[in-house]
């Protein structure tokens, strides 16, 4: 049997054909949980940032939970069905007689672009496509996410497919606290499953999904 070499989509082409095949895909289950997880009491702005937004499904979750969102992402065609995705869902609402906060989508590279001041922050599956200096460079969350601010991020493990093959980076469940300092970590899930890329072809995911809280001191 011929085997198909495993690649990671990289570039904006490759990630223009994920956009299609994932042009309706729902908010990830962990921003769902991270939106849960937001104190109002401890006042970090409603202000939230998905980083790799892709079609828009975390983006239009957020929305939905009254946060003021940016969106970024370096396909167009994925900032595209987002924006009409946002669209519907913002008609909808108005026809309900309520509007929603406002939602900017940016198309940028995260290595570029300016996180601005935030209560929430995600980036699921997104940033092991970074470069490792750029991805720490982005880990300097602190400066970003207001104290009682939550992020939601994802990091492949070294031993994924991906991570061994030297298509992503990776982090080690021992780097994942270091690399968040100021931050307290709520959940820390590690998946290790096989699967299909969204180009079909099967891999060994090996993953975190992890939940943390800004410390309060500053
Ligand atoms: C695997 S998809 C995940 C999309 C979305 N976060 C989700 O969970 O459904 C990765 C997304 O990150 C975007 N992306 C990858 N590298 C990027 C980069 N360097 N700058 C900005 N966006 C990037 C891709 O275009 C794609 O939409």
Redesign the pocket.
């Known amino acids: 049997m011929k085997m198909r070499k495993i690649r990671a ?1 990289s570039k ?1 082409r490759g ?1 223009d054909d ?2 299609r095949r ?1 042009k309706v ?1 729902p908010a ?1 289950r962990w921003i769902l949980e991270g939106l849960k997880r937001i104190t109002p009491a401890l006042g970090a702005p409603r202000v939230a940032v ?6 828009g ?2 983006a239009l979750a957020l929305q939905a939970g009254g946060f003021e969102v940016h969106g ?4 167009r065609l ?1 900032l595209s069905f987002a924006r009409n995705r946002l669209r519907e869902q913002e008609k909808r609402a108005n026809r309900a007689g309520f509007s929603l906060p406002t939602v900017k989508l940016h198309r ?4 570029k ?1 300016e996180i601005p001041h935030c209560g929430l922050l995600v ?4 940033l092991g ?2 470069r490792r200096p750029e991805l720490m460079r982005l880990l300097q969350l602190p400066r970003k996410v207001a104290p009682g601010g939550v992020t939601v991020l994802h990091f492949f493990e070294p031993q994924d497919d991906w991570a061994l093959a030297g298509l992503v980076r990776a982090l080690s469940r021992s780097e994942i606290p270091k690399a968040l300092r100021r931050f307290r970590v709520l959940k820390l899930e590690e998946r290790r499953y096989r699967g299909c890329t ?1 180009a079909g072809v099967l891999k060994s995911w090996h993953e975190f999904f992890v939940i943390a809280q800004r410390t309060q001191r500053s």
């Open positions: 989509p904006t990630w994920y956009a994932h895909s990830s998905d980083l790799g937004c892709g079609t499904g975390g970024v992402d370096i396909s994925a940028c590279g995260l290595a672009f980036a699921i599956r997104s496509f970074l969204a």
